[in-house]
Structure formats: structure tokens, C-alpha cells
């Protein structure tokens, strides 16, 4: 039976808090795999295979880099951000309706507001080598605090590549993570879990997103209007 189909409100509180909680605050990441079974997995896949089919994704944008340095040498995933409400996303809603669900139970126990989620940045690596050189998610304090990554791949093995391997801060082990379908990713999105996209040589589809510290968040607007209105009266 999928996860979701059978557990009732209690059991999610209880996997969010004696698992989910304790993991991210004692390794900074957690995955659980079969998170909505293959029907309501299944069509959450679709509903990208679609979106990707239909010319939906643009090539993914990248937040600065040095001179001469191209966009793909460093990123080579297609995205496109969605609220679930586009027509032909019901899915999606679905999944996010169940992410809400799950982090409200452990924003309770975790340090900071967690009140805001992005929209849902659904990404494909497209088969050719394609992947994204290490980074952290949240190096300056922009009020991303949780990383969700849900993945979609059916059939994935070791001879497609596309993993995705955590750095934790201060150890000396690496974590990899294969991007298998149904399988729910999350870490923190700060400097404690730098990460990587290994070389994708099938296509690779997953859907990211982020829950914000509201005070982070706040702080992080400020500065940007302090800035923003420095730069236009110099």
C-alpha cells in the first residue's frame, strides 16, 4: 500500500516526529521512499513528462558567475516553477498539499518559523551528462531553511549517474542519494549540505521545494530593499 493512501493523521505525526525531526537535527537529512505509491506517483510523473514535452522547462538560471564561465559547465537541468493550480497539475497539488502537511508536524520542533514554501521547481536533467557542480542551496541567509526534493524515476540504476551526493559540513563521509521514483528527500539548506548533481545519462525528473524561516526571510527582503534603494540613488 502507498504511504499516503494509509496512514492517518496521527502516523504522520509520528513519522515526522521520531523520524523525520530527529534525523535532520541529528544528520541534517532524511528520505523516505514510497512516499504516494505508483498511482499517485505515477501521475505526479506524468504531469512533468508533460510539461517537459511541451516546451515548458527553460534552461535553469544561475544566481552569479565569474566571466567566461557557462551556464552549463556549472548547471544543465531545464526547470519550471509551478503552484499547482496550472491546469494539468493536479498532481503536483497533491504532492505539495502532503509536503504542507508533513513539515507544518515538524516546524513545531524545529528551530525558527517555518511558515512559507516556494512554488515547486520541477527540473529535468536531460540525459546528456547534464548535472550541477557542487553549491549550497542557502549560502547568505535568504530564509530557505528545509530542501524537499520529491524524484520521479522509474527503473533508475547506477549506469545513469544523476546522484545526488551531500557534503555534510565538518565530517569526512559523503552521502548519495539515488534519484529513485517515489523516494522524498530532505536537508537543510544551509551551509551544513552542500551538494552536487552527478552526470545524468538518462533523464533525470524531480521536483524542489523550499520552506523559509519567516524571520530569515524578513531579514533577507530588508537587505534587498536597503540595497536596491542604495544602488538607485547612487
Known amino acids: 500500500m502507498p504511504f499516503i493512501e494509509h496512514v492517518s493523521d496521527q502516523d504522520l505525526e509520528r513519522l515526522a516526529l521520531d523520524r523525520v525531526v530527529p534525523a535532520l537535527l541529528d544528520q541534517g537529512f532524511y528520505h523516505l521512499d514510497g512516499l504516494l505509491g505508483e498511482l499517485a ?27 567566461g564561465i557557462h551556464r552549463s559547465s556549472i548547471r544543465g537541468d531545464k526547470i519550471a516553477w509551478v503552484s499547482g493550480s496550472e491546469r494539468g497539475c493536479d498532481a503536483v497539488s497533491f504532492l505539495l498539499g502532503i509536503l504542507d502537511r508533513l513539515i507544518s508536524v515538524c516546524a513545531g520542533r524545529l528551530a ?15 540525459g546528456n551528462g547534464a548535472g550541477y557542480v557542487k ?84 531579514e533577507a527582503k530588508r537587505r534587498f530593499r536597503k540595497q536596491t534603494a542604495s544602488s538607485s540613488s547612487s
Not at 508533460?50 to 565569474?66: F, K, P, T, Y
Not at 563521509?173 to 529513485?180: F, H, K, N, R, S
Not at 551544513?192 to 552526470?199: A, D, T
Request: aromatic fraction near 12%; glycine fraction near 8%.
Open 41 to 67: 506517483g505515477g501521475a505526479v510523473r506524468d504531469q512533468v513528462a508533460e510539461l517537459h514535452r511541451a516546451g515548458a522547462l527553460q534552461d535553469g538560471r544561475l544566481a552569479s558567475s565569474a566571466p
Open 112 to 126: 525558527g518559523k517555518i511558515r512559507e514554501r516556494s512554488k515547486a521547481m520541477v527540473a529535468c536533467y536531460p
Open 135 to 218: 553549491h549550497v542551496d542557502n549560502p547568505n541567509g535568504d530564509g530557505r531553511c528545509i530542501t524537499c526534493i520529491y524524484y520521479l524515476n522509474k527503473k533508475w540504476n547506477h549506469t545513469h549517474g544523476g546522484v545526488l551526493r551531500i557534503f555534510p559540513e565538518g565530517k569526512s563521509y559523503v552521502i548519495d542519494i539515488q534519484p529513485l521514483f517515489d523516494r522524498l528527500l530532505l536537508f537543510w539548506s544551509d551551509r551544513r549540505n552542500p551538494h552536487e548533481v552527478q552526470p545524468s545519462y538518462s533523464t533525470r525528473y524531480a521536483i524542489t521545494v523550499w520552506y523559509f524561516n519567516s524571520e530569515e526571510r524578513a
